[in-house]
């Protein structure tokens, strides 16, 4: 089976640029997804096909994948982005996510 | 803006079946990937599967044998089984639109297995 790989947490001040990464065997072959979900709530796509904002979803947030793994980089990160990110990637036309990073701003 | 909502039994019995609807509004089920997904508590998220409105499926290989995923477009709802449950498939359920990803997901109904 696939599997995908995120740190479990991290920390980052407000203002600063948070990276979050994925890693997995080729995945810059692949499409990566990335969803937020905040304590209590249901996950939000916030980047879809590696690089693409859905609409609604600030600047700040943007994506790359290349080689074995892909990240998600929040710029002037703010309080409000404090929550668990989950990648996730498609493979043979199974779904697979990673298993969630808590990104804590403080 | 369409939107999902799953319903069904919050507590289920240890080696019954469990059974979720999700009900679609504000938009047609026809044209689209449909899918479940789950969260135990304090854990990530695990795929459970997609269903194309034609009623085409795909399935996680670790919940496979005991998982059934349909569709029933004259009431625009898709739905969930999952057999011989166990306490480890206590999770909170999620229906969602899409399928090899998900572009909205619905609230998320809490399903305990207990006797």
């Known amino acids: 089976s696939y599997d995908l790989t995120q740190p479990p947490s991290m920390s980052v001040s407000p203002g600063q640029t948070a990276s979050i990464t994925c890693s997995g065997d080729?995945?810059?072959?692949?499409?990566t997804y990335w969803y937020q979900q905040k304590p209590g709530h249901s996950p939000v796509l916030v980047i879809y096909q590696d690089n693409k904002r859905p609409s609604g979803i600030p600047e700040r947030f943007s994506g790359s994948n290349s080689g074995n793994a892909a990240t998600l980089t929040i710029s002037g990160t703010q309080a409000l982005d404090e929550a668990d990110y989950y990648c996730?990637?498609?493979?043979?036309?199974?779904?697979?996510f990673g298993g969630g990073t808590k990104l804590t701003v403080l | 803006q369409v939107q999902v909502q799953a319903s069904g039994p919050g507590l289920v019995k240890p080696s019954e079946t469990l059974s979720l609807t999700c009900t679609v509004s504000g938009g047609s089920i026809s044209n689209e990937y449909w899918s479940w997904i789950r969260q135990p508590p304090g854990k990530g998220l695990e795929w459970i599967g997609y269903?194309?409105?034609?009623?085409?499926?795909k399935y996680n290989p670790s919940l496979k044998s005991r998982v059934t995923i349909s569709v029933d477009t004259s009431k625009n709802q898709f739905s969930l089984k999952l057999r011989s449950v166990t306490t480890a498939d206590t999770a909170v359920y999620y229906c969602a639109k899409g399928g090899g990803s998900v572009d909205y997901w619905g609230q998320g109904t809490l399903v305990t297995v207990s006797s």
């Open positions: 269903i194309y409105y034609s009623g085409s499926t």
């Open positions: 996730q990637a498609w493979d043979s036309s199974t779904v697979v």
């Open positions: 080729k995945l810059g072959d692949k499409y």
